[in-house]
């Protein structure tokens, strides 16, 4: 029978069910905790915790920060506190999060778990420093905290420490077997370390573990890019675009496989990748040096020029180096560049392309 129930097969029909049954045991909960809350003569941080738990399975998030608030007031310590992060964190307000967290670390000892997504918060914030202590606390306390684990390996990848790097991914898998984030990082880790194989191993297993994440497919097209493999590559960043359309890195690396491809679409990725960040000076840096290649050296100094701004604004010694190659290289065509800045003065150390492998063991798509 057509139209009647609105339900379209049988999936749809026990996702519905599954979902309505928990709304329904949260509501249940719910009333069941705002219950108990009338006989207590006292605030009990408990039944406080409980009702904010169930107020944000139930949608209501800005409910549960209340109830979440009752429970630190009432003396609720840790659970409390990580319970209102939480909560901060669903609702988008990350500093209000990071107090939270602080609030919680400083009334007393907190386990591992806390001070691991504390951490984690606080690198996602841009404070390494006081993120490396919070995971270097939760992984002297428990060595195989996972998030931990996870996060401080992140870190040590950004520092270019990677054996210190892989020592921590090892730990997370030890403690996650089947985690995509750490399967996907050790790739990279191991792509750093030039073991092209063993790194295409692992960012594959990430990739078909979790085929709807955009990050292991990103992943992976960086190691297939490395390994001379566009078209392999482009697959792959088009399910990743696909996925987050509004990804500049993701663009870019599209880009940077369609012009291997010898692509004319190309040009048109390396505008829409600007486009989405333009203040980026590692997006604008690769549109100089696409200009540069396609000898369109005008537009590449214009490019160059904009770059050096950008830089003035965001220092990073990489970026300028591979800047001052591109600043060389455009002199040496007879380009006179007029706009330069201290940015891009640095002696240059660093090449303008990632380092990919010279073993013609990695033979080229079959297109």
Same mark, same amino acid.
């Given at each position: 029978?057509?139209?009647?129930?609105?339900?379209?097969?049988?999936?749809?029909?026990?996702?519905?069910?599954? $979902?309505?049954?928990?709304?329904?045991?949260?509501?249940?909960?719910?009333?069941?905790?705002?219950?108990?809350?009338?006989?207590?003569?006292?605030?009990?941080?408990?039944?406080?915790?409980?009702?904010?738990?169930?107020?944000?399975?139930?949608?209501?998030?800005?409910?549960?920060?209340?109830?979440?608030?009752? /429970?630190?007031?009432?003396?609720?310590?840790?659970?409390?506190?990580?319970?209102?992060?939480?909560?901060?964190?669903?609702?988008?307000?990350?500093?209000?999060?990071?107090?939270?967290?602080?609030?919680?670390?400083?009334?007393?000892?907190?386990?591992?778990?806390?001070?691991?997504?504390?951490?984690?918060?606080?690198?996602?914030?841009?404070?390494?420093?006081?993120?490396?202590?919070?995971?270097?606390?939760?992984?002297?306390?428990?060595?195989?905290?996972?998030?931990?684990?996870?996060?401080?390996?992140?870190?040590?990848?950004?520092?270019?420490?990677?054996?210190?790097? !892989?020592?921590? !991914?090892?730990?997370?898998?030890?403690?996650?077997?089947?985690?995509?984030?750490?399967?996907?990082?050790?790739?990279?880790?191991?792509?750093?370390?030039?073991?092209?194989?063993?790194?295409?191993?692992?960012?594959?297993? /990430?990739?078909?573990?979790?085929?709807?994440?955009?990050?292991?497919?990103?992943?992976?097209? =960086?190691? !297939?890019?490395? $390994?001379?493999?566009?078209?392999?590559?482009?697959?792959?960043?088009?399910?990743?675009?696909?996925?987050?359309?509004?990804?500049?890195?993701?663009?870019?690396?599209?880009?940077?496989?369609?012009?291997?491809?010898?692509?004319?679409?190309?040009?048109?990725?390396?505008?829409?990748?600007?486009?989405?960040?333009?203040?980026?000076?590692?997006?604008?840096?690769?549109?100089?040096?696409?200009?540069?290649?396609?000898?369109?050296?005008?537009?590449?100094?214009?490019?160059?020029?904009?770059?050096?701004?950008?830089?003035? =604004?965001?220092?990073?010694?990489?970026?300028?180096?591979?800047?001052?190659?591109?600043?060389?290289?455009?002199?040496?065509?007879?380009?006179?560049?007029?706009?330069?800045?201290?940015? /891009?003065?640095?002696?240059?150390?660093?090449?303008?392309?990632?380092?990919?492998?010279?073993?013609?063991?990695? /033979?080229?798509?079959?297109?």
């Amino acid at each position: 029978m057509e139209g009647g129930s609105g339900l379209k097969g049988n999936g749809d029909n026990l996702g519905y069910l599954l $979902c309505k049954y928990r709304q329904g045991r949260f509501r249940l909960s719910f009333e069941a905790y705002v219950e108990a809350d009338k006989l207590e003569k006292y605030p009990d941080a408990e039944i406080y915790c409980g009702l904010a738990e169930c107020s944000w399975n139930l949608g209501d998030v800005e409910r549960g920060v209340e109830w979440a608030r009752a /429970a630190v007031q009432a003396g609720g310590g840790e659970r409390a506190g990580a319970l209102l992060a939480r909560l901060y964190l669903a609702s988008d307000q990350v500093e209000a999060a990071l107090q939270a967290y602080d609030q919680a670390i400083a009334a007393g000892a907190c386990s591992a778990d806390t001070l691991a997504a504390a951490g984690a918060l606080r690198l996602r914030s841009g404070d390494p420093r006081s993120a490396f202590q919070l995971l270097g606390a939760a992984l002297a306390q428990q060595p195989s905290q996972h998030g931990a684990a996870l996060a401080l390996a992140a870190m040590l990848m950004q520092h270019g420490d990677e054996e210190a790097a !892989l020592a921590r !991914l090892k730990v997370a898998l030890s403690a996650h077997p089947a985690c995509v984030a750490a399967h996907s990082n050790l790739g990279l880790v191991l792509l750093a370390k030039r073991k092209y194989v063993a790194a295409l191993t692992c960012l594959q297993r /990430a990739a078909c573990a979790a085929p709807l994440s955009a990050r292991a497919a990103h992943n992976l097209a =960086i190691g !297939l890019l490395a $390994c001379k493999r566009p078209v392999s590559a482009f697959c792959r960043l088009a399910t990743a675009a696909s996925l987050q359309p509004k990804q500049p890195y993701t663009v870019l690396l599209l880009a940077v496989a369609l012009e291997r491809l010898g692509d004319e679409r190309a040009d048109a990725a390396y505008s829409r990748a600007m486009a989405l960040r333009p203040q980026d000076p590692l997006l604008a840096l690769n549109v100089a040096a696409r200009h540069a290649r396609a000898s369109r050296l005008t537009e590449a100094a214009s490019a160059a020029a904009h770059t050096a701004r950008l830089l003035l =604004i965001n220092p990073d010694p990489q970026l300028s180096s591979s800047l001052s190659v591109l600043l060389s290289q455009l002199r040496d065509a007879g380009v006179e560049v007029t706009e330069l800045s201290d940015a /891009a003065t640095e002696p240059a150390t660093a090449s303008e392309q990632p380092d990919t492998p010279d073993d013609d063991r990695f /033979a080229p798509d079959e297109v």
